[in-house]
């Protein structure tokens, strides 16, 4: 079955760097993109982009370019958010999602949460 | 503030019908397919419609999707207690290539 397992919650000072990976399993990992999602405290889903599984292009929406960095390990099939000079605003759980056309995600990780305080 | 408008929450009573509506664009909604998503408290969300009315296997025919212009709808029939939750909409921005998604509505079943 396919799964998307994401690594554990995260404690980080601010300032500091984190790297959230999502591991998949159970389909051929090239064949579906991968994207962020974002949920911070009792906030709604706010979409951060997409990683192109095939080339490794990743694609950020407007509001996470400079700090935020999508990269692939494709042979152990694991997508990989980076956070650097995180924030406390970038207190939130970040999810995996498998896209199965266009922005319709059908399987999504279990999140992880990162929170930012000193 | 999104660019897909849905209202805050709704509510109706056991066995009832709630509709939800997506209100966007003819540069989102207007030219792409919307997909729908049911978040439960402290769970990860889960597709519930894709390509505007299909449903996963497993998701009842209970829940149904329609779009129209640039409006998107959903609906849950026969409503259980189990239904409480965030329901989202979400789209592609065409003009944008970006995802995008709606406010989220909190659905109560009272």
Redesign the interface.
Known sequence: QVQLIQSGSELKNPGASVKVSCKASGYSFTAHSI?W?RQAPGQ????M??INVNTGTP?Y??GFIGRFVFSLDTSVTTAYLQISGLKAEDTAVY?C?RD???????Y????TLVTVSS | Q?MLTQPPSVSAAPGQKVTISCSGSSSNIGS??V?W?Q?LPGT????LI??NYKR?SGIPDRFSGSKSGTSATLGITGLQTEDEA?Y?C???DSTL????????TKLTVL
Request: no cysteine.
């Open positions: 994207n999602v709604g889903l706010e979409w982009g997409w694609t929406a407007q999810y999602a199965r056309n266009d922005i319709e995600f059908d999504w990780g279990q999140g | 999104s792409s397919y997909s998503y978040q990860a969300p889960k597709l894709y390509d996963p965030d989202y979400a789209t592609l290539r970006t995802g995008v998604f709606g406010g989220g």
